[in-house]
Structure formats: structure tokens, C-alpha cells
């Protein structure tokens, strides 16, 4: 369904929830977006879907995942538990990007982990995605700010394997 340009997407959850969200193609081909990770756009993973674009900027505060200006093959997904939820996002993004997005979220690049993938296998299985070469890879784990018992806790992977272009993914659990 278009709406204003938009494509609509409706996701049921579980028995009785229904989460929309409106996102765009994000400069790839119309019906036809680009995706990082091994699930195609509009798959279902792990019981949700999988939709082009960026979450929502009310999402995106939510759960402390701000998907920054000039990201590519943006696609998130979104699990809602009693009392919280997950947000899961991945982009494409330079250097600059890269910097601003971990600076987002409290760390910089010197603070990530060569070589680890924070990201446990019902997490992969929950986001669908297919992380490569760990020596590409470098991961963090940010925890929930102890001054804040709702924040949410962060894991991140920045996958270095692209030449100029690096995937991010994240995934904000939220009590």
C-alpha cells in the first residue's frame, strides 16, 4: 500500500499486536532494496519482518540506535516483550557515519573489540543476520547506564570487509 510515496508495511506480532511501520527503499530500486545480512527485505525472522528503512526517530530514541544521515541498505526489525522490546538495525556507512554513530550511542572506534561478535546465536536467528570473517569484524557491547534501570543495553559490529563502505549492526534491548 502507497501512501505519500511511502510503502506501508504491517507486521503482526504474536496473537494480538500490530506494529507499523512507514520506510522507503532507501535509494535502492523501487521493491527491490538493498540488503546487508543474509535475510531478503520483507522476510520473516525469527517471528518479525525484516523492513526497509529506518525505524521510526521515536524508536530510534527509544531504543538509543540513531541511524545517521547518508546511511545506505538501511533495514531494521522490531520485537516487543512484556514491558520492552528489541530493535534491531543494519546500515552501510563511511568513516564520518561511522564515528557519528558510535558516538551515538557513548563509544568511539578505539573502544570496539577486533575480532569479537557480541551478538549471541539467538540473536542471529532473532535478526536473521549472517555475520562473515570475524577478522573483519569488530564488536561492543554497551551496556545499560547504570544511573538508568530503563536505558537500553546496545551491541554493536562494524563489519571493516567493504573498501569504503562499512556495515554496521546493532541490536538495543530494552527492559
Same mark, same amino acid.
Given at each position: 500500500?502507497?501512501?505519500?510515496?511511502?510503502?506501508?508495511?504491517?507486521?503482526?506480532?504474536?496473537?494480538?499486536?500490530?506494529?507499523?511501520?512507514?520506510?522507503?527503499?532507501?535509494?535502492?530500486?523501487?521493491?527491490?532494496?538493498?540488503?546487508?545480512?543474509?535475510?531478503?527485505?520483507?522476510?520473516?525472522?525469527?517471528?518479525?519482518?525484516?523492513?526497509?528503512?529506518?525505524?521510526?526517530?521515536?524508536?530510534?530514541?527509544?531504543?538509543?540506535?540513531?541511524?545517521?544521515?547518508?546511511?545506505?541498505?538501511?533495514?531494521?526489525?522490531?520485537?516487543?516483550?512484556?514491558?520492552?522490546?528489541?530493535?534491531?538495525?543494519?546500515?552501510?556507512?563511511?568513516?564520518?557515519? =561511522? @564515528?557519528?554513530?558510535?558516538? +551515538?550511542?557513548? &563509544?568511539?572506534?578505539?573502544?570496539?573489540? $577486533? #575480532? *569479537?561478535?557480541?551478538? !549471541?546465536?539467538?540473536?542471529?536467528?532473532?535478526?536473521?543476520?549472517?555475520?562473515?570473517?570475524?577478522?573483519?569484524?569488530?564488536?561492543?557491547?554497551?551496556?545499560? =547506564? @547504570?544511573?538508568?534501570?530503563? +536505558?537500553?543495553? &546496545?551491541?554493536?559490529?562494524?563489519?571493516? $570487509? #567493504? *573498501?569504503?563502505?562499512? !556495515?554496521?549492526?546493532?541490536?538495543?534491548?530494552?527492559?
Amino acid at each position: 500500500m502507497r501512501i505519500d510515496g511511502k510503502v506501508l508495511t504491517a507486521v503482526l506480532v504474536g496473537v494480538s499486536m500490530l506494529t507499523a511501520a512507514s520506510c522507503t527503499s532507501g535509494g535502492a530500486a523501487e521493491g527491490r532494496p538493498e540488503r546487508a545480512g543474509s535475510a531478503s527485505p520483507g522476510s520473516v525472522v525469527g517471528g518479525e519482518l525484516t523492513i526497509a528503512g529506518a525505524p521510526s526517530k521515536e524508536r530510534q530514541e527509544r531504543y538509543g540506535i540513531t541511524v545517521p544521515a547518508g546511511a545506505t541498505a538501511v533495514f531494521h526489525g522490531f520485537q516487543r516483550e512484556s514491558g520492552g522490546g528489541e530493535l534491531w538495525v543494519t546500515f552501510k556507512i563511511g568513516p564520518e557515519g =561511522r @564515528d557519528l554513530f558510535l558516538s +551515538s550511542i557513548g &563509544i568511539s572506534e578505539q573502544d570496539l573489540n $577486533s #575480532g *569479537v561478535v557480541e551478538f !549471541t546465536s539467538s540473536d542471529l536467528g532473532l535478526t536473521g543476520w549472517s555475520i562473515g570473517n570475524a577478522q573483519s569484524v569488530k564488536g561492543k557491547m554497551v551496556p545499560a =547506564r @547504570d544511573d538508568d534501570m530503563k +536505558s537500553p543495553s &546496545i551491541k554493536v559490529l562494524i563489519d571493516y $570487509s #567493504g *573498501v569504503d563502505v562499512m !556495515t554496521v549492526y546493532a541490536l538495543s534491548a530494552k527492559p
